[in-house]
């Protein structure tokens, strides 16, 4: 089993980053993508999928009205799940500022909301106790020094680009570093930065990709640590550090760089939109979910699940009936999650391993046959028993020395066999 202080000598977490051991920690979070994109309700990359000219997108500033938006009822349904910390979207890639940003009129204190949406929100998840995360887009397709690159809304409108030739980067990068001094400054202390995304033309194959000198990471990277020394990253930035983060997949098994192991957390969406997203029909399911959760944790990873509220500002029944269904679970089973990590065991098929120190967590994904065999732990074993209502799991030890005689018996020594009873029991 990898503890805390290994994983934190690893390659990507450099040494001037925050103390990480929260979020290794804590393992579960709320991913929250809310913007002017929620109003168009399909797709958080309407602006880009549709090719969205900025002057018809502005419909969406100018009708954005969340006027039953109440974080403390956002938080509350993430504390209830058993979130730790959540990040939200300050600015997503169509470059709406969610809080009154003093470098753009682009805001919400603009719209029909006339205030700082953001403030509201870290104050009232504060108050619950979970930490603050920031995402923010260093791409951002309203900004008029962006350049109108392979990736933009407006890459096939030539009036457009005629109008765009003497777009300036570097006056972009000023603007980007603004912004992050500003919520960096404004709203207490950020435990979590969470960027989005380079594209590099040796990854992307784009002809005018954007990374690290066009964002210039390092110079940033700098002043968010002298802001906020604790804070930590995640690796959008195009430095090769920070939090390793897989999107809508779980990794085969513990992520790892130079076979060190590294810090990750898997991003997922509840139905595969990260905006809210009225007609889809592609909801994962609370078992699902559950075990991506519990995937993660057995592969040494996080998990930070994501929900779009919609434009009035709320979370839809949907997703709160996910959020509360993972919340039953935790509440009977989080022991397995918080602190735990990936164990030196191998779990039989169709299970998860998590494990607390010497607590081992069987996590059995598909009932099994009355009998689990765990092989090589014989010998190891003190007590054995189920982590929603502490029932004793009777079990037989296989002599590891023991020989195989007897047709009957198809149990590799050393083997456990766990006593379970024929009905999963109900957990949540
Ligand atoms: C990005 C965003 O574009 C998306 O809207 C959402 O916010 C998500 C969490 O992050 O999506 C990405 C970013 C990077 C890659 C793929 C999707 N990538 O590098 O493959």
New binding site residues.
Partial sequence: MTTVSEITKTANWPTNYGDPAWLLHDRFGL?I?WGLYSNAARH??VMNREKIHPDTYNKYFKYFDPDLYDPKKWARAAKDAGMKYFVI?TK??EGFALWDSELTDYKATNTPAKRDLLLEMVNAFREEGLKVGF?HSVIDWHHPEFPVDGLHPQRDDEAFKANATERNIEKYAEYLHGQVRELLTNYGKIDYLWF??S?PERSWGWATGKGAEDWQSEKLEKMILELQPDIILND?LDLGRGVVTP?QYQPSEAVTEDGQPVIWEA?QTLNGS?GYDRDNLDWKSGDVLIKMLIDSVSKGGNLLLNVGPNARGEFDQKSLDSLSEIGKWMRVNSRSIYGATNSEYTAPLDCRFTQKGKRLYLHIFSWPFRHIHLEGLAGKIDYTQFLHDASEIQYKEHDPNEELTHISTRVKPGTVTLELPVQKPDVA
Avoid: A, G, K, L
């Fill in positions: 991913f993508h958080e990359w979207t997503h890639h995402y989005d995304f594209y959008r999107e991003c990260w």
